[in-house]
């Protein structure tokens, strides 16, 4: 079955340093979401993309934060100078459509970002 | 704005209990509502959906009756498995405007031999 895929599983970072979360959605698909989730806290939207631009963002997405699609591929996130409360689980989704809720995200197993 | 609010885990039952994890929302209209499971080390899943009022979700034994009335969409299991264990998301999609679903904290199942 089809997946999307997302590196590293757990990354460790320095405040203040950018990081970069990676992910590969399904080859078929055209929308690509991100969400966060701090520990014990809600699963938080971050942004949405389709055709090569955001389509609708949280206000969490500020300007420390950018998404790319680089080589058609991949799908990632990038936070320029991350601050210790970015610390959290950012999970990677794609859908065929933009109505998925209807058929449900494919999501990857996410990963874990610490910032020391 | 919408929300969802989901009971407290984790969650401790031994195999073959009954499960009930409750959801509750916030939200304008008549949203579609939506069950999400997280397994050890993989991405959220779609369990199931219900898309009306009084309609039934249901999935590997798994099941949610969307109550417009209660605004409460539970999560039940007759009979749990060890495999059951995971971290399950209620999850909303309002009606009209932005077709991005809301998330819950998530809820921890563990379920013992």
């Known amino acids: 079955e089809p997946e999307v895929t997302q590196t590293p599983s757990h990354q460790v970072t320095q405040m203040g340093q950018e990081v970069i979360l990676r992910c590969v959605p399904i080859?078929?698909?055209?929308?690509f979401y991100w969400y966060r989730q701090i520990l014990g806290q809600k699963v938080e939207f971050l942004v949405s993309?389709?055709?090569?631009?955001?389509?609708?963002k949280s206000e969490i997405f500020d300007d420390q934060f950018s998404v790319e699609r680089p080589d058609g591929s991949n799908f990632t996130l990038k936070i320029r100078s991350t601050k210790l409360e970015d610390s959290a689980m950012y999970f990677c989704?794609?859908?065929?459509?933009?109505?998925?809720?209807?058929?449900?995200?494919?999501f990857g197993s996410g990963t874990r970002l610490t910032v020391v | 704005g919408n929300s969802v609010t989901q009971m407290e885990g984790p969650v401790t039952l031994s195999e073959e209990a009954f499960l009930t994890i409750n959801c509750t929302y916030t939200?304008?209209?008549?949203?579609?509502l939506f069950w999400y499971v997280q397994y050890p080390g993989e991405g959220l899943q779609l369990l199931l959906k219900?898309?009306?009022?009084?309609d039934k979700g249901s999935n590997k034994g798994f099941e949610a009756t969307y109550r417009k009335e209660t605004t409460s969409f539970h999560l039940e299991k007759g009979s749990v498995q060890v495999s059951d264990s995971a971290v399950y998301f209620c999850a909303l999609r309002a009606s009209g405007g932005s077709y991005i679903p809301t998330f819950g904290r998530g809820t921890s199942l563990i379920v013992h031999p």
């Open positions: 219900a898309t009306k009022a009084d």
């Open positions: 939200a304008t209209g008549y949203p579609s």
């Open positions: 989704a794609s859908s065929v459509i933009g109505e998925a809720n209807n058929y449900g995200y494919t």
């Open positions: 080859s078929n698909h055209l929308y």
């Open positions: 993309f389709y055709n090569n631009e955001i389509s609708e």
